[in-house]
C-alpha cells in the first residue's frame, strides 16, 4: 500500500478523464481539475459515459455497483489551488504543448503543498524538459497511460536523473494499485515505450493516406489482413482522437507539418475528431 489517496487530474479530455475515473474506480478520491466550468460540465457526461462503457465492456465489479460509485467519488474544480489542496498525487494530463505545460507546472508548485507528487502523462515529451519549472523535481516524473485505460491498461513509469527513487517506486505500486501494469523505463526516452513503437507505425500510414497512395480504410483493411492484427492504424487514431496526434505533428518537421495540415483540413475543420466527437476516419453510431 502507497500512501497515496488523493488524486488530482488537470486535464478532463479524452484520456485525461478516463485517467481520473479508473483512480476513483479503484477506490480513490478524485479531483478533477479543468479551466472552466462550462469544460468541467461536459467532463460530467463524459464520466456518466464512461461509467456506462465499463458495465458494457464488462470490467469487473461495475455491474455491481462500482461503475457508479466512482462517479461519486470524484469531485470538481476549476481553481487550481482548490483543486490540489489535500493531493498526495497530481497527474497532469493537458495538451501536449511544451510551454502550456511548463507554465502549468509552475502555477502548480505554487499552490501545492509540499507532500504532492507531480506526474504528467505526456506521451511525447520528456519529463526533464519540465522538471525545472515544478519547483520539485525530486518529486516529479512521467506516468504515462494508454487511451482506453480499462483495456489497455499499461502505466509506463519514467523519471528524471532527479527523481527521487522512493518516489519512483511508490507511483510504480500506485500504477499497480489503480489495476494497471506498471512499465518501470530505466532511463528517459521520447515515446516511451509505447508510442516509440506506435507513433513511427501511425506516421508511416498517415503518409500513405496524405500523400494519396491509399485511402486509410483500405490501409487498415491490408494492416489487419496482413498481420492479423485486430484494429487498423486509422482506427487507432479515431481511438486515440486526432488532436493530439495533429498537436505533435505540427511542431514536427516540414513533412510532418505537412501531414498536420492534410489532418487538419479533411477531418479536424469538420468536426471530425475520432471516437469521443462521433466520426474520426469512421463514423461511430
Do not use: C
Not at 164 to 169: E, I, R, S
Not at 233 to 240: E, M, R
Not at 257 to 273: C, F, T
Amino acid at each position: 500500500m502507497t500512501d497515496i489517496k488523493n488524486v488530482t487530474v488537470l486535464g478532463t479530455g479524452v484520456l485525461g478523464s478516463q485517467i481520473a475515473y479508473q483512480v476513483a474506480f479503484s477506490g480513490f478520491a478524485v479531483t478533477a481539475y479543468d479551466i472552466s466550468d462550462e469544460i468541467l460540465e461536459k467532463a460530467t457526461e463524459r464520466f456518466a459515459g464512461l461509467a456506462a462503457t465499463y458495465k458494457k465492456d464488462g470490467v469487473a465489479g461495475a455491474a455491481d455497483g462500482g461503475a457508479d460509485a466512482a462517479l461519486g467519488r470524484i469531485r470538481y474544480s476549476s481553481d487550481l489551488a482548490d483543486a490540489v489542496r489535500d493531493a498526495d498525487l497530481v497527474i497532469e494530463a493537458i495538451p501536449e504543448v511544451l510551454a502550456l505545460k511548463q507554465e502549468t507546472y509552475e502555477k502548480l508548485g505554487a499552490v501545492a503543498p509540499a507532500k504532492t507528487i507531480f506526474a504528467t502523462n505526456s506521451s511525447t515529451l520528456l519529463p526533464s524538459a519540465m522538471k525545472d519549472f515544478t519547483g520539485r523535481p525530486a518529486k516529479f516524473l512521467a506516468l504515462h497511460f494508454a487511451n482506453r485505460i480499462w483495456i489497455s491498461n499499461t502505466a509506463e513509469v519514467m523519471g528524471t536523473p532527479d527523481t527521487d527513487p522512493a518516489v519512483f517506486d511508490e507511483v510504480v505500486a500506485f500504477a499497480g494499485e489503480i489495476g494497471m501494469v506498471a512499465i518501470p523505463i530505466h532511463k528517459e526516452k521520447a515515446g516511451y515505450v509505447l508510442n516509440s513503437l506506435l507513433v513511427p507505425f501511425l506516421g508511416a500510414a498517415l503518409e500513405l493516406a496524405a500523400d494519396g497512395y491509399a485511402e486509410p480504410a483500405d490501409i487498415d483493411r491490408v494492416w489487419k489482413i496482413g498481420a492479423g492484427a485486430p484494429l487498423g492504424p486509422f482506427q487507432y487514431y479515431d481511438i486515440i482522437g486526432l488532436t493530439t496526434p495533429y498537436n505533435i505533428m505540427s511542431h514536427g518537421d516540414a513533412t510532418a507539418r505537412r501531414h498536420a495540415a492534410w489532418l487538419k483540413e479533411n477531418y479536424i475543420d469538420k468536426g471530425k475528431l475520432g471516437i469521443a466527437s462521433g466520426e474520426g476516419f469512421y463514423t461511430y453510431g
